[in-house]
């Protein structure tokens, strides 16, 4: 019986190191992306059916977290690629020189034009507040109608999450300098700020507040994957405010090759298909096979805000700044 043990162990022990043999390719990204039930499990097993290689995805908290992991660990980062910054963070992400030019080009399906030399679009949507019809009857349909009712909130921290940053723009947009009275209005109705979306989204489904900063995009999830109607978007007929979420290659790579791969599959309509019902957001690029039914039921806002990405950088210490003076009051 020693020589099949032995055949078996020899056997092992050369699948390990032709596992081993693989290059890695370590994608950055924050944690819903990498959940069991977001896009990350299925990328990972399209792009190694084709690339040769081990995708290793790693959840580094929001997204906002990224770009503060990316500062901390500059050069040395263990990242061919990130994931999950937005255009409210693309310019300072560009300022710190760790990324490298793409190369990409896709016919983009973007309310924007798109021509950045660094970053590739991946998907995009509107800022929303969600709420549940069964418990919310009158939901408000701007900020002064927010600030006047009596409907709780669930808030993302600007700091380290980019719906968080987001919802900081997109009071900016709206009241411009008098963003500050306006959130001494709105504070009044936050619950809580938590580190990230997860965090927010579960306590508004676990009924701890009325409302929760999310997307336009996020009662589709509900719809499609539960067939529950019950959770909506407040349309604002302030507009509501656009994030544009994108990916991007490390000049420090070893994998230089294989980080381009990565790209242009990001924008190839295997990844792109993937995300209406894994990441609920809507594609970059639009796949073959169109929106999935539930998608036309969304709210479409009559007004898009957005600023450059040169407007959010210049903006964003000054907003943060605004909102914890009142935030700590």
């Not at 099949?4 to 944690?31: F, R």
């Not at 097993?45 to 290689?53: I, K, S, V, Y």
């Not at 210490?317 to 009142?326: I, K, R």
Request: hydrophobic letters at 45%.
């Amino acid at each position: 019986m020693k020589q099949p043990i032995l055949i078996a162990g020899l056997m092992a022990l050369a699948t390990s190191a032709l596992a081993q043999e693989k290059p890695v390719l370590t994608v950055y990204t924050y944690d819903s992306f990498v959940s069991d039930w977001g896009p990350g499990p299925k990328v990972e097993a399209a792009f190694e059916e084709t690339c040769g290689c081990d995708l290793q995805f790693v959840g580094v908290g929001d997204g906002a977290a990224l770009l503060a992991r990316l500062r901390l660990e500059g050069a040395r980062s263990k990242a061919d690629v990130v994931l999950g910054l937005d255009t409210n963070l693309t310019a300072q992400a560009a300022e710190t020189g760790l990324f490298a030019p793409h190369g990409v080009s896709a016919s983009y399906d973007l309310p924007i034009t798109w021509d950045d030399p660094l970053f590739v679009p991946f998907d995009w949507g509107y800022f929303a507040f969600v709420y549940d019809k069964t418990r919310v009857a009158n939901p408000p349909s701007s900020f002064a109608e927010l600030i006047a009712s009596d409907l709780s909130i669930v808030i993302e921290d600007p700091r380290s999450s980019t719906p968080g940053l987001g919802l900081l723009l997109w009071v900016k947009k709206v009241f411009g300098g008098h963003a500050p009275e306006a959130w001494v209005g709105l504070n009044r109705h936050v619950v809580t700020v938590t580190k990230g979306w997860s965090e927010a989204y579960g306590m508004f489904l676990e009924g701890e507040a009325d409302m929760v900063l999310s997307y336009t995009t996020s009662p589709a999830y509900h719809l499609i994957a539960e067939g529950d109607d019950t959770k909506a978007a407040a349309a604002f007929d302030d507009g509501h405010y656009m994030q544009v979420e994108v990916a991007g290659k490390l000049a420090s790579s070893d994998q230089p090759e294989l980080a381009d791969a990565f790209l242009q599959f990001v924008v190839s309509d295997r990844f792109q298909a993937l995300i209406p019902t894994t990441n609920w957001m809507y594609p970059a690029v639009l796949p073959d096979g169109g929106l999935p039914d539930g998608y036309q039921t969304l709210i479409q806002p009559e007004k898009a805000l957005i600023y450059t990405p040169q407007e959010a950088r210049d903006l964003r210490q000054g907003a943060v700044d605004e909102w914890l003076s009142v935030a700590t009051q």
